[in-house]
């Protein structure tokens, strides 16, 4: 009798772990949460090791979407994720665009005054 891989309350055991080859980070980046992910080629020629899912991230991110919810529309956990974004990003298949970080972000008051002055228009 064949082994049963699949635990139909748990779903797959192996499957996430075996499609980045046991990797646990991108080889180059690290990718925040709420980072936007864009496809910018149909397909990826002559790329030996890409996995069902890479071409199922390039079909979805044909308009932007956040790396969260890239994983919860293909239904796998967000460290895969990134790793397959990654070896995305290293084939300049998609492009990433990162949240500002804070400091970049204009100020509460910097607000304020802009809108202060657009209502007195």
Do not use: N
Not at 21 to 37: I, N, S, W
């Amino acid at each position: 009798m064949p082994v049963e891989w699949v635990d139909d309350a748990a779903g797959p055991v192996v499957r996430p772990y075996a499609m980045v080859r046991g990797r646990t980070r991108a080889q180059h980046h690290v990718l925040d949460l709420v980072a936007f992910v864009v496809t910018v080629v149909d397909r990826v020629r002559g790329w030996l090791e890409m996995e069902p899912e890479h071409a199922a991230i390039l079909a979805l991110c044909r308009r932007p979407l956040s790396v969260t919810e890239v994983a919860a529309s293909l239904d796998l956990p967000v460290g895969v994720i990134r790793v397959l974004l990654g070896d995305l990003l290293d084939m300049k298949a998609i492009r990433i665009r990162e949240p500002a970080h804070p400091h970049e972000r204009p100020s509460p008051d910097l607000i304020r005054e802009v809108l202060d002055g657009l209502r007195a228009l």
